[in-house]
Nanobody, 126 residues
Framework: QVQLVESGGGLVQAGGSLRLSCTASERTFNSRPVGWFRQAPGKEREFVAAINWSGGSIFYADSVKGRFTISRESAKNTVNLQMNSLKPEDTAAYYC???????????????????WGQGTQVTVSS
């Protein structure tokens, strides 16, 4: 039911930073778990980061730990993904996804989510 729009992608040099935002159409977004996934050409979609509805549990893929931070701006119906120390291998289309209200299981899996955004492209040059 909730509509999601990603923004903030772009072209950046290795070592640079980008902040992606996922903005929802309704405030129930703030009581849903949210995940970020990415997919590069020729590769399968992979989990990047997730935050549960309470914000008390956060998960990161090993490949982004220490570099990426997921956070909520509830007043703006928004979840952000701050990406620092970007590497060429981070190049991908990035998607945010929201799960059912008050759900909190299997957040590293795509099937935990029932709404997906259109994606935003991140390109990191070497």
């Amino acid at each position: 039911q909730v509509q999601l729009v990603e923004s903030g992608g772009g072209l950046v040099q290795a070592g640079g930073s980008l902040r992606l935002s996922c903005t929802a159409s309704e405030r129930t977004f703030n009581s849903r778990p949210v995940g970020w996934f990415r997919q590069a050409p020729g590769k399968e979609r992979e989990f990047v980061a997730a935050i549960n509805w309470s914000g008390g549990s956060i998960f990161y893929a090993d490949s982004v730990k220490g570099r990426f931070t997921i956070s909520r701006e509830s007043a703006k119906n928004t979840v952000n993904l701050q990406m620092n120390s970007l590497k060429p291998e981070d190049t991908a289309a990035y998607y945010c996804a929201a799960g059912p209200q008050y759900s909190s299981t299997r957040l590293t899996r795509g099937d935990a989510y029932n709404n997906w955004g259109q994606g935003t492209q991140v390109t990191v040059s070497s």
